[in-house]
């Protein structure tokens, strides 16, 4: 069936570091790909989207590029700060099935 | 504009006991979509309701069962309630089934 892939976690890094957290999708079709963030003992936030191939998503100096070819909306940030220390989840959507998630990779920056 | 809100925010609840969650929609939204988060976990679908109507489920058992209402705010019931039900619930609202998914706060269940 339909399914994401996350790096695993966790990730630490200093703060400024630049940061990449790969995504693989496996999908029937063309889904859109998001990327959401939760904060501790928060709810999912949207980060960023892309619902076509090479489109680009981008919000809070993170991005990531919808690439059809690898089947791949991996996320990266120029330079972390410690306020980006969260959860971050990978997820398609095709269609009517539902939002499938990632594992979530866990990214923790320091000062 | 109001965003999704969910409540209670904290639940404990003892095994085979029943439980019902709330989720208010955004407004304009007349789609909600329920989550079941595992400790660790990503996001599992639950179901999704669409103009009072279900519009699809995960590969969940039948004791999880939803409703919405005329004013596109929905509940999620749990019976008998099992120890593996304790989890993050998360409510996701969006303008129609299509269209990107906002999320709320999420209850936390513990089942004791």
């Known amino acids: 069936g339909d399914s994401v892939t996350q790096m695993e976690g966790p990730v630490t890094l200093s703060e400024e570091a630049f940061l990449t957290i790969n995504c693989t999708y496996t999908a029937t079709g063309y889904p859109s790909l998001f990327w959401y963030v939760q904060y501790p003992g928060e709810g999912l936030q949207l980060l960023l989207k892309?619902?076509?191939?090479?489109d680009k998503g981008s919000n809070k100096g993170f991005e990531a590029t919808y690439r059809k070819e690898t089947t791949s909306f991996h996320l990266e940030k120029g330079s972390v700060q410690v306020s980006d220390s969260a959860v971050y989840f990978c997820a398609r959507y095709s269609g009517n099935t539902p939002l499938v998630f990632g594992k979530g990779t866990r990214l923790s920056v320091i000062a | 504009e109001t965003g999704v809100t969910q409540s209670p925010t904290h639940l404990i609840k003892t095994r085979g006991q029943q439980v019902t969650l709330r989720c208010s929609s955004q407004s304009g939204h007349n789609t909600v979509s329920w989550y079941q988060q595992a400790l660790g976990q990503g996001p599992q679908f639950i179901f999704q309701?669409?103009?009072?109507?279900?519009?699809g489920r995960g590969n969940f058992p039948p004791r999880f069962s939803g409703l919405q209402f005329p004013n596109y705010s929905s509940e999620l019931n749990v019976n008998a309630l099992e120890l593996d039900d304790s989890a993050l619930y998360l409510c996701?609202?969006?303008?129609?089934?299509?269209?990107?998914?906002?999320f709320g706060p999420g209850t936390r269940l513990l089942v004791l």
């Open positions: 996701a609202s969006s303008l129609d089934p299509r269209e990107t998914q906002y």
């Open positions: 892309a619902t076509k191939a090479d």
């Open positions: 309701y669409y103009r009072e109507e279900e519009n």
